[in-house]
């Protein structure tokens, strides 16, 4: 079973608190800069620049550097970027008068937002030469895309982001009707029939189909062109990612062997229950809450029809690598009573051939 290490459970902790406390520090700033009491202007009738510049070029680094202190020269790359990525928000958060030459970083502005384009178009790049070797192999797509940025990048949130972004882009674009993730000799159990969750994931594509020439021609005619073309392109990437969480949900099936549960999900990262962890498996008939202590749900529409019980804790990882110990797991399959004979049929099995080799 792939469980995540301590070590990168712990680094998922402190980047999740970094986050936190780096939002916090800009939209207070933000907000004080435009609704500064007046006790704190005095004399002067706008508000001072440098604790902007100090808190986003100074402050938020150094938490960075202090919180990561033992990632090794990496750290000092991470905090230089962190300095640029302060400089683009306080040319955002600024005044046009407050620091003149702020001007300039519009420039890095339109840099930065063209290198997330290009890295966009290699993951496409990348995605469509694995697809094409596949082809001639007849390996595994989605085994091959994570295993090929793992070993560039090793365990790490990077890895794991991009990962699921070439997985999105894969599903989206290229996963032909007859692709099913994971090993053929599986048995398979699907979900997107369940409480009509693809016929769901349908409506809301086909809305945003119609919406997203609308609200383009609207923000153009009221708000400026440059808004309305950035708008317009995070909605076709969100687009994407509902086209491919739409197809995957029908391609990416949860699975069984003789050694493990496959838990499959949309595009979320794959969950492995060996089978010796797994204590007994039940119908559920009652209301699951998203965020169960101790417990994980793989189930949109509807309440989940299926709880597995495991005799011990196991980490569920989620996207950006950090992971919660849970020892049951709630699905919500289209056919549940196959699942469970199914899987009873092989808990029993691996029991004789414990007690045989005992």
Request: glycine share 6%; proline share 4%; with cysteine.
């Amino acid at each position: 079973m792939s469980q995540l290490s301590e070590s990168g459970m712990t680094k998922a902790r402190r980047f999740s608190w970094f986050l936190l406390v780096s939002i916090s520090i800009v939209f207070a700033n933000y907000w004080l800069t435009r609704h500064t009491p007046s006790m704190l202007l005095g004399n002067v009738a706008v508000p001072p620049a440098w604790p902007v510049l100090v808190d986003t070029l100074l402050i938020i680094p150094l938490i960075y550097l202090l919180m990561f202190r033992r990632n090794g020269r990496r750290v000092w790359i991470g905090a230089a970027m962190m300095v640029g990525t302060g400089a683009l928000i306080a040319n955002f958060i600024l005044p046009d008068h407050s620091v003149p030459w702020l001007d300039n970083l519009r420039v890095v502005r339109n840099i930065v937002a063209g290198l997330f384009a290009l890295t966009e178009l290699a993951l496409l790049s990348v995605v469509s030469r694995v697809i094409y070797k596949l082809y001639r192999s007849g390996e595994d797509a989605e085994a091959a895309i994570e295993s090929g940025f793992r070993n560039r990048f090793g365990d790490s949130s990077i890895a794991r982001l991009l990962t699921f972004e070439a997985r999105m882009w894969f599903y989206a674009l290229f996963a032909p009707k007859t692709y099913m993730a994971g090993p053929r000799a599986e048995e398979r159990f699907s979900y997107h029939l369940k409480d009509g969750h693809a016929s769901n994931q349908q409506g809301f594509i086909v809305l945003i189909l119609i919406e997203l020439p609308i609200l383009h021609v609207l923000l153009m005619l009221f708000w400026s062109p440059l808004i309305a073309w950035i708008v317009s392109l995070m909605t076709v990437w969100g687009l994407c990612f509902l086209i491919g969480e739409y197809r995957a949900s029908s391609r990416r099936q949860t699975s069984m062997d003789d050694d493990s549960v496959r838990v499959r999900f949309g595009l979320l990262p794959e969950l492995e229950i060996p089978l010796a962890q797994i204590d007994r498996v039940d119908r559920s008939v009652v209301t699951v809450g998203r965020r169960l202590t101790g417990a994980v749900r793989f189930c949109d529409s509807g309440n989940p029809n299926i709880v597995i019980h495991l005799k011990q804790a196991i980490a569920a990882p989620n996207l950006f690598g950090s992971a919660r110990m849970v020892d049951r797991v709630f699905l919500g399959l289209d056919k549940p009573q196959v699942f469970v004979d199914r899987l009873d049929d092989r808990l029993k099995a691996l029991q004789l051939r414990q007690n045989a080799a005992s």
